[in-house]
């Protein structure tokens, strides 16, 4: 991968109180895709992405985001390694798992660790903005109690 490459994308001055979303997935072409389409379909969050799940990892320590996307085979480490690790540092991490696969083992994996939201490849737009929206609700919601 080119060195050069910016894991992050963020507006110059996100709002106060804004919501950030960190997506990783590996596939280039698909990540800059569904994020420039989050990005318009939400242009309050700030997003930061990331092509595997150790520097989504990394990202994760450095900015916490709200709400993480992943794909679950990546290199370097997957998407449920870093899920796992995210929910150790903050447990109710909020965690959305992109995947083609419909394995059982896959499936168990994800219920395991709590997480609720699964979007089948290829992605619905239109489904993930959704579990996007309910997630920003939750997370709103959560945050003025």
């Known amino acids: 991968m080119n060195d050069e490459v910016n894991h ?5 001055d996100p709002a106060p109180g804004a ?3 960190l997506y990783v997935e590996d596939d ?39 709400i993480v996307i992943s794909d679950i085979n990546m ?39 709590g997480i609720v939201h699964c979007v089948v490849k290829p992605i619905d737009h239109k489904k993930l903005f959704e579990v996007i929206g309910a997630c920003c609700t939750a997370i709103g919601m959560a945050l003025h109690q």
């Open 8 to 12: 992050t994308m963020k507006p110059c």
């Open 19 to 21: 919501f950030s979303l």
């Open 28 to 66: 280039e072409f698909t990540r800059k895709i569904t994020c420039k389409l989050i990005s318009l379909g939400f242009p309050e969050l700030v997003i930061y992405q990331a092509e595997n799940g150790k520097v989504g990892l990394e990202l994760f320590k450095e900015h916490r985001p709200d």
């Open 75 to 113: 290199p370097v480490m997957n998407g449920i390694q870093m899920a796992r690790e995210i929910r150790e540092i903050s447990p109710h991490a909020t965690v959305i798992i992109v995947t083609a696969h419909s394995d059982k083992k896959y499936l168990d994996d994800i219920g395991n660790m």
